[in-house]
């Protein structure tokens, strides 16, 4: 371990789903399931009730609803402007064989970007990537039931050697969301859609808004269950599922949309990345509220600079994508969307109370357990509310949650009662209690702009010291490692340089540019900069400095519950690691306190 110690104190195109114009509402009435009819699943097929009888998950990728209409292949293609297929062909479509089947026409029940996830059926999208082409698995998609292929020219060949009917378009990653509204039945147009957009704060704000939801929904005899999709998990209702990516690929998303529909949920709240805009992945989606909370520099690995990134987030203002927008006034990038730069009329909100934001918070009071603060609104509305999450940062994440539910059309007390209520969200300022005198908590902070925030949040409710553990992750941007490293030895007393997901970079090599930022921080500024590569022995470190008034913070990985090194992932929480260290100095410190047994005769 090497320590540096100071003398003295101390990160295509888009195609709408939802194309009616009216405002954003709870729209009342039940769910309406006039796209979906009561036949046969080609996961009824004999090769499919083959795979099921193989046992769990058969399928891997998103839950597909359990009716679905089919949907011709030719309908697909006049769609895409592509020939009309072949009217049918052996084994396509139903799993099925024979003369008779070739007669058939093609008819389509889901759509795939996964090989592994084909169903009988699907249409496979083979898409070219960075180093394999989709069309490389076009064996494994017939094989396993696929109808049809959609590719691009350079795939089409491959696609083609397998008898199944090819649909080539020449940007098929741009076109599938479009494909898979079309095949689920436009399953977003009865879902009231909430969107998040911005650096930090979106997994936040998503759970505070699902809160909202399924407070109004509560209060409505029509109200039916709510749905989430983010970072973390998946909710549909009660059930919950373990993401992958903060927005899913589009045939997953509408897949995901299609089950929330046939189960009943008639409000969603989605975390939206930079990378789902550009990639395309939220295509066919026209959300009811966008919301965009603040902008930093991250992911400039993707993006050419901070104002490719905007352009990025910028685009889910537009009237593709979104129908009214929710606005942070105390952002740069947010006042440039409220002062002309969205496409769809914006509601602004400001944390900090600016006189100009429709919305505005007062009387904020924070604790070491959340906030409590004053909104006020157009017409002289007053709500008091409630961030279930300590910080001031989370403040405006819950500010945001309320307004964006208050455009959605529910009533702002109710909307701020939901918001109170959610229990927490996990690993955001996740606090780990096992009966030590100090506070313990894990965060997600993994750039530089939210590990200074997390650490001046924490530093106004710790009476003692600020210990905290943090590393910076590999095959990521470079270029906030050195003032991540900054940030954490000039707010904290102890920083403990560590590990986070090094993938297939040295650690050494990423923790030695932190180390280099940390040192750049004047000595009489910086606290004691421990180097620990060993993430578990970083941990313990921490906790073992920390007396009672004290706070340990673990930052950067948050709810992950897997470390990546070398390619390999293996298990690692830190939320459980954290409380396993506590746990065992708790024992080591009551051992060394426990009365000595005397041997003397």
Known sequence: MTTIT??????????????????????????????????????QSPKAQHAEKAGPGTYPGAPRPERVRPTPLADLAEQLGCPAPDAGHPGAGTGSSGAADAARPVMVTGITHDSRAVRPGDVYAALPGARLHGADFVAQAADLGAAAILTDPTGADRAAATGLPVLSVENPRARMGALAVSIYGAPGEDLLQIGITGTSGKTT?????????????????????????????????????????????????????????????????????????????????????????NLSPEHMEFHSGMEDYFQAKAQLFTKARSRAGVVNLDDEYGKRLAEGESEVPVTTFSAEGHPDADWRAADVEVGTLGSTFTVHGPDGVT????????????????????????????????????????????????????????????????????????????????????????????????????????????LADTAILTSDNPRNEDPLSILA???????????????????????????????????????????????????????????????????AAIEDSQTSQQSQQSPQPNHQG
Do not use: W
């Open 513 to 579: 540019t932190m180390l280099a930022g940390a040192a750049e921080v004047p000595i009489h500024e910086r606290g004691t900069v421990l180097v620990e590569e060993e993430r578990s022995a970083a941990i313990a470190a921490a906790v073992a400095r920390a007396e009672a008034g004290d706070t340990v913070i673990v930052a950067g990985k948050g709810h992950e519950q897997g470390q990546d090194i070398a390619g390999v992932v293996r298990p690692f929480d830190d939320r459980q690691v954290l409380r």
């Open 383 to 490: 709500v008091r509310a409630a961030s279930p999450i300590a910080g001031p940062f989370n403040v405006a994440n819950a500010l945001a949650a309320i307004v964006s539910l208050v455009v959605a059309g529910i009533d702002a007390q109710t909307a701020a009662d939901g918001v109170a209520a959610v229990p927490g969200v996990p690993g955001r300022l996740e606090r780990i209690d096992a009966g030590q005198p100090y506070l313990a908590v894990v965060d997600y902070a993994h750039k530089t702009d939210a590990v200074e925030s997390v650490l001046r949040a924490l530093r106004k409710v710790t009476d003692g010291k600020l210990h905290a553990v943090l590393g910076c992750g590999g095959d990521r941007d470079p270029h906030k490692r050195g003032p991540m490293g900054a940030a954490v030895a000039r």
């Open 6 to 43: 100071p003398d003295g104190t101390p990160d295509g195109t888009p195609i709408p789903g939802n194309c009616a114009p009216p405002p954003p509402s709870l729209r009342p009435g039940p769910a309406v399931p006039g796209t979906l009819t009561a036949v046969s699943h080609a996961d």
């Open 205 to 293: 704000t998503a759970y505070l808004i699902e809160g909202g939801l399924r407070a109004a929904a509560a209060g409505r005899p029509d109200g039916g269950p709510t749905g989430l999709i983010g970072t973390v998990e998946t909710r549909i209702g009660d059930e919950r599922i373990k993401s992958e990516r903060t927005t899913p690929e589009a045939t997953d998303l509408q897949a995901l949309f299609a089950v929330m529909r046939e189960r009943g949920v008639r409000a969603v709240a989605m975390e939206v990345s930079s990378h789902a805009l550009v990639l395309g992945r939220v295509d066919g989606c026209v959300f009811d509220v966008a919301i965009f909370n």
